[in-house]
């Protein structure tokens, strides 16, 4: 267990997302395209003081465990993730602009839940790795 700290706090909260793309399209079959946007995630979370995991991205949806300080809010976690990591694939992805014409690539709604006795953070990280299909 690795204590995180702030100016004003010390913590220890990790939260499993989920979300699909919008519509459920199968997007991220690119095995070179998946860790490019795994990666951007994780620089996403990096300049905002947050740190992800375990972060598996399938051709729909994406899973991933992530740690953030107590001022981030679980839903403006999320809402940072979504919104800049969709602006930056549809500038890297043009292709995808005829696909996601209204400009969301993710879908609004979202999953999580916390870490915590009985449902570790090792649990929820070994599910995602689970998660993996063959591309």
Known sequence: MVVRRTSHARYDLWYHYAWSTKYRKHIWRDSMRCEQVKRLFIQIAEQY???????????????FTLTAPPRIAPARAGQILKSISTKAILKYYPDLKRQYWGGEVWVQGYF???????LTKETIEKYIQEQSEER
């Open 49 to 63: 003081d947050m740190q992800i995991g375990e972060i598996e991205l399938l051709s729909d949806h994406i899973h």
């Open 112 to 118: 999580v839940r916390s870490c915590g006795p009985g």
